[in-house]
């Protein structure tokens, strides 16, 4: 894979499919040799921004889809991403390597105004901050009108009625995760060594809190919430 390069040059159609639903084919975006700030959008077919001509990048078919930021203060917003319910494919992912700078991921199906929901991020969606800045990874469910149930460790988050494998993260400053308007169930199993905000908005939420490594902010918002802090939340008898 080659490195210290970038997209500016992409400005016709580009479609790249890797035909076989059933194989595993890997797509390299190269963004490294960037210093400046770029801004990108990834669905679940397409990728534009990041000085691509008016004409997004098109890719079908591709399992694995890996995007390497430069040292700019980057911004990516994944508003879906491609998954088992795309593609007979067992095994699906979109990963962002973020590089230098202060960098924002936000994930919504209407990203970056950040008032839809996750439900479209289909296949694993993998973050890595890699270090060297303050990166912000935001999940905005808020548009999302059914009750949820959802799940948070120090490198995953699941549930949502996101994709099985849902997003893993790791060397995030700063996570910020809103549920949507309905009574949603949200179980903190750990949390990573910095800042982690659940935000519960609106419906008669359940928040359970087990462990965590380093400073929670839980709001819970409109309506009757209940949170229950304990190493067996929602049940009792933990310690």
Same mark, same amino acid.
């Given at each position: 894979?080659?490195?210290?390069?970038?997209?500016?040059?992409?400005?016709?159609?580009?479609?790249?499919?890797?035909?076989?639903?059933?194989?595993?084919?890997?797509?390299y975006?190269?963004?490294?040799?960037?210093?400046?700030?770029?801004?990108?959008?990834?669905?679940?077919?397409?990728?534009?921004g990041?000085?691509?001509?008016?004409?997004?990048?098109?890719?079908?078919?591709?399992?694995?889809?890996v995007?390497?930021?430069g040292?700019?203060?980057?911004?990516?917003?994944?508003?879906?991403?491609?998954?088992? &319910?795309?593609?007979?494919?067992?095994?699906?992912?979109? *990963? !962002?390597?973020?590089? %230098? /700078?202060? =960098?924002?991921?936000n @994930?919504?199906?209407?990203?970056?105004?950040?008032?839809?929901?996750?439900?479209?991020?289909?296949?694993?969606?993998?973050?890595?901050?890699?270090?060297?800045?303050?990166?912000?990874?935001?999940?905005?469910?808020?548009?999302?009108?059914?009750?949820?149930?959802?799940?948070?460790?120090?490198?995953?988050?699941?549930?949502?009625?996101?994709?099985?494998?849902?997003?893993?993260?790791?060397?995030?400053?700063?996570?910020?995760?809103?549920?949507?308007?309905?009574?949603?169930?949200? &179980?903190?199993?750990?949390?990573?060594?910095?800042?982690? *905000? !659940?935000?519960?908005? %609106? /419906?008669? =939420?359940?928040?359970? @809190?087990?462990?965590?490594?380093?400073?929670?902010?839980?709001?819970?918002?409109?309506?009757?919430?209940?949170?229950?802090?304990?190493?067996?939340?929602?049940?009792?008898?933990?310690?």
């Amino acid at each position: 894979m080659n490195t210290g390069g970038d997209v500016n040059d992409i400005q016709g159609a580009l479609t790249i499919d890797g035909n076989d639903p059933q194989a595993s084919d890997w797509l390299y975006l190269d963004e490294t040799g960037e210093s400046t700030r770029q801004i990108g959008e990834l669905t679940s077919t397409t990728i534009s921004g990041l000085g691509i001509g008016s004409t997004p990048i098109t890719y079908l078919d591709i399992e694995h889809l890996v995007v390497i930021m430069g040292n700019g203060d980057d911004e990516i917003n994944v508003l879906s991403t491609y998954g088992p &319910t795309d593609s007979p494919a067992s095994n699906t992912e979109a *990963t !962002l390597n973020l590089g %230098g /700078g202060d =960098d924002t991921v936000n @994930v919504s199906s209407n990203a970056p105004t950040n008032t839809g929901n996750v439900d479209a991020v289909n296949g694993h969606l993998i973050i890595n901050g890699e270090g060297g800045g303050v990166d912000t990874l935001n999940v905005h469910d808020n548009g999302d009108s059914t009750a949820d149930t959802g799940q948070l460790t120090s490198t995953n988050l699941g549930g949502l009625n996101m994709g099985p494998d849902g997003i893993t993260y790791g060397t995030i400053e700063f996570l910020n995760i809103d549920l949507g308007t309905a009574g949603d169930t949200f &179980t903190i199993i750990s949390t990573h060594g910095s800042k982690t *905000t !659940l935000d519960a908005l %609106g /419906g008669a =939420d359940a928040s359970n @809190v087990r462990t965590i490594s380093g400073w929670t902010v839980i709001d819970g918002g409109v309506a009757s919430d209940t949170i229950t802090v304990g190493t067996l939340a929602a049940s009792l008898g933990g310690t």
